[in-house]
């Protein structure tokens, strides 16, 4: 078993490797390996996200938002982490100025709890973990 941590992905990162859209080589490399050692993960927050966009006209999949989601933790041979009340409760008490979207610090205090490496192209989470409030993967 592998000593790397899990990768969390942000919904973000979902939709661009679903999409087969270029991201970091680096990144790429880093979800290959974690998909390949059991070691990604995504949360059913991103799921709700997926869903929200598609509901409101911000998202377009070819197939339905449930089917999108099945398929890509099939394909990528992803697990879903749990959501617990520490986590939420966490995401509302987060340390230093965390982004202020509350499905990205539910995303954050996830990483921070399951001790994952987040990944995103999201600056401001970007940005906090430059602040050393979080492990996080620019893809």
Known sequence: MSEEPGLLLDTCAVIFIANDSKI???ASQQI?????????????MSAW????GVAKGRLNLPI??????????ERMSAKLCAISP???IASSNLPGSPHGDPMDRILIATARALDMVLVTRDEPIL???????L???AC
């Open 49 to 52: 996200e997926i869903g929200i």
């Open 86 to 88: 520490a986590i939420l």
């Open 24 to 26: 970091d080589p680096q």
């Open 135 to 137: 492990r996080a993967l």
């Open 64 to 73: 339905a938002p449930l089917d999108f989601v099945e398929r890509f933790i």
């Open 32 to 44: 290959s390996d974690a998909a390949y050692d059991g070691r990604l993960y995504l949360s059913p």
């Open 127 to 133: 940005r906090y973990s430059r602040n050393g409030h």
